[in-house]
């Protein structure tokens, strides 16, 4: 049964997460192997949302970006992660699909953006500093992408730089180097709150290949009418994580407990099953 808890109620942080809640951005990551068994984590209205969704594949992965979503603001204020208390953290959506947080009944004041790519999760958390402004997170593995992907969906700069010796010829690879433009691309729409409802060659992804000591490397999201967003990606085994932002601020550290997505293994469980049965 899900919870359902109008209490306004802000818990307190505990000393460890105001230890690291001073780091304006943090992630954690999850598989679906972690998730709660039952629902009594996901509240009334998370559940309204899932009891529309029928195919099993769409299911699994809104409860996964809500398990980690959630996961990651109990993380990041340091509040307890048993059933009730997930359910008490609810990560609903705006009329534009961007993702918000409720904590017992009242819209918390920290930036989420959330994503799932082949049975794993990742979750960006800001603080309380909104002024530092939105966020988009998105993960992606490293699969091959058509000729026909790369003229369709990218610019030609992006073109030029996925197809030529920088890409080919360096340590990312062309297939790589195609799949982190479009990452890059889905963080950056994120944080323009637009999604796929935008032209993806309205925004133009320049990548910087030295990666930093800790596995960070930035990029720029170009808009079209000149403004730029910083940027942050990073590749952990088969998946390549990017996170977008609309001003430059360090790259988001890993907040405590997530799971390691360079050992994850991208898995599909929901061919065997693509259909929820009725009352499931
Ligand atoms: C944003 C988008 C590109 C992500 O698609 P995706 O790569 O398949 O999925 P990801 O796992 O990376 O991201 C999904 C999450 O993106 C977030 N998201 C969706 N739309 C968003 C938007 N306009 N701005 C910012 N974030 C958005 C949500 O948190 C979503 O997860 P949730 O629905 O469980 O909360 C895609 O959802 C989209 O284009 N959405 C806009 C159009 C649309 O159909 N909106 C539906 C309105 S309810």
Partial sequence: MAHVDQTPLVRAPTAAAA???????????????????????????????????????????????????????????????????????????????????????????????????????????????????????????????????VTDFLTPAEQAWVTGPAAEQGALGRDAAANLVWSAKESALKVLRLGLRADTRWVEIAVAEHRRGDGWAPFTATWRDGRVLPGWWRREGVYLLTVATEQHVDPPEALAGAADLAAATPVHSWVDRPLVTPRE
């Fill in 19 to 149: 230890a690291v809640s001073s780091s304006p951005r943090q992630w954690w990551a999850g598989s679906e192997q972690g998730l709660p068994a039952g629902l009594d984590w996901i509240s009334t209205r998370e559940l309204a949302r899932l009891e529309g969704v029928r195919f099993t594949k769409r299911r699994t992965e809104y409860l996964l970006r809500r398990w980690v979503g959630k996961r990651a603001v109990a993380a990041r204020l340091g509040l307890p992660t048993d059933d009730t208390s997930l359910a008490g953290i609810e990560v609903l959506n705006r009329m534009s699909g961007a993702p918000y947080v409720v904590i017992e009944g009242v819209e918390a004041p920290c930036e989420v953006s959330l994503s799932d790519r082949a049975g794993t999760a990742v979750a960006v958390v800001g603080g309380t500093q909104r002024a530092l402004g939105a966020l988009g997170i998105d993960l992606e593995i490293v699969e091959p992408r058509s000729a026909g992907f």
